[in-house]
């Protein structure tokens, strides 16, 4: 796989040593048990694969080499390059300005964009129309557009079943940067429609099968279909594409529920269900998969490391959460101290401060892993903070993995 120049704050020397040691006796990646780090008093298991996947790199690297290519310029991001607040926060720092926030509230308006600015399109992808307004102005996007392969799939997957007149159904926060790209290059060549949940997939089969009355889908589905959606004729053909960094076993269930929908409703005719593979990336399978590897570890806790408003990560808390009492944290500095951690509830959207979160027994096992945007050094940082609670561990160039 290609090899990324990405800032060298973003790396850490352990973190590295471990995955490639890891790598090196596990080719082909079908040993998702955790990598024991033994400090004495404190032993963690950090997950089998987590970190920056291949999609964020690459958005990095264009991001920084973009800057660099261009001095004198202004440079624009659409929005947050990835959700990371520190990649983030680094780019502003070397003065990239945001045009929008992360839900599409506009910042800077377009009007005031000139023809020789440069913008940099995240690995989110971007909407048709914010592509066709940037090139009314004349502003080139191609050699900045950091779009991640993956998300690309997922829209030539689209393409490839709304020639085939499939209406397509995404499996995606409607709300999010890359669903709200998916959606519009989705209805450019097919009815559409966004579904968040089973929930949502439960209603929406309702009105596949005539148990619920088509007015109603209106209103129920508002603002999560395409233009001159014919909720009698668009669900009579359909397929199933998600956002990429949604849990795999829940586009899986959606897929195989409106499928079942749809056979018991037209009995016999399969042709009416496209067969569309996952569209979930390697990332975000992978990082699933070795939550669930570390969660076979008996343990106290987990923690999980990332931006709050980052998608993929939220699902591994989930996961986390099925198992362990879990902790969200963005990095080492919400270790406030041995008795106290500052932590978000993905669910509530709150800020949190908990108490003795690490028992008194030694020794303390914690599982840690962290999502596809967060760099190695923050969990790096993360680990070395934990450690230094325990005057009699042993430090982080002392032990064997």
């Not at 983030?88 to 964009?113: H, M, S």
């Not at 080139?140 to 690309?152: D, G, M, S």
């Not at 509530?348 to 030694?362: A, G, V």
């Amino acid at each position: 796989m290609k090899q990324f120049d990405v800032p060298i704050i973003y790396r850490s020397p352990l973190i590295s040593a471990i995955k490639k040691k890891r790598k090196e006796a596990d080719k082909l990646k079908k040993d998702f048990r955790p990598t024991l780090l033994d400090f004495g008093p404190i032993q963690i298991s950090l997950a089998r694969h987590f970190g920056f996947c291949y999609g964020v790199e690459n958005a990095i690297e264009i991001a920084f080499r973009t800057i660099d290519e261009n001095p004198g310029k202004r440079i624009f991001l659409l929005s947050e390059m990835i959700h990371n607040p520190q990649v983030n926060a680094n780019l502003q720092e070397r003065g990239v300005v945001f045009l929008q926030d992360t839900y599409g509230k506009q910042l800077i308006p377009f009007e005031e964009l000139k023809a020789d600015d440069v913008v940099i399109i995240p690995a989110f992808g971007t909407t048709l129309e914010i592509e066709q307004k940037l090139q009314a102005i004349g502003i080139r996007t191609e050699k900045y557009n950091t779009t991640c392969p993956f998300v690309e799939k997922v829209w030539n997957r689209g393409d490839a079943i709304a020639k085939q007149r499939y209406s397509i159904i995404i499996h995606g926060k409607p709300k999010h940067e890359e669903t709200r790209a998916t959606f519009s290059h989705a209805a450019k060549g097919a009815p559409s429609v966004i579904v968040k949940d089973m929930e949502e997939a439960i209603m929406l089969g309702e009105f596949i099968s005539g148990k619920k009355a088509g007015d109603e889908f209106y209103t129920t589905f508002a603002g999560q279909y395409s233009e001159g959606f014919n909720v009698q004729h668009d669900l009579q053909r359909i397929g199933v594409v998600n956002q990429t960094t949604m849990l795999a076993s829940d586009t899986q269930a959606i897929a195989d529920h409106l499928k079942q929908v749809v056979l018991q409703t037209w009995p016999g005719e399969t042709e009416r269900f496209a067969d569309t593979r996952d569209t979930l990336c390697y990332a975000t399978l992978d990082n699933q998969t070795a939550v669930q590897g570390m969660l076979d570890v008996q343990a106290d806790l987990a923690i999980v490391v990332g931006g709050y408003n980052s998608s993929n990560t939220s699902h591994l808390v989930e996961l986390c959460e099925e198992k362990l009492p879990t902790y969200f944290i963005s990095n080492e500095e919400k270790l406030i101290s041995k008795e106290l951690i500052e932590h978000y509830n993905f669910h509530t959207k709150e800020i949190l401060q908990t108490k003795d979160f690490l028992p008194s027994s030694t020794p303390v096992h914690i599982l840690i892993t962290s999502g596809a945007s967060c760099p190695d050094a923050i969990v790096e940082a993360v680990i070395a903070k934990l450690v230094g609670f325990f005057k009699d561990a042993r430090s982080l160039t002392e032990i064997s993995y």
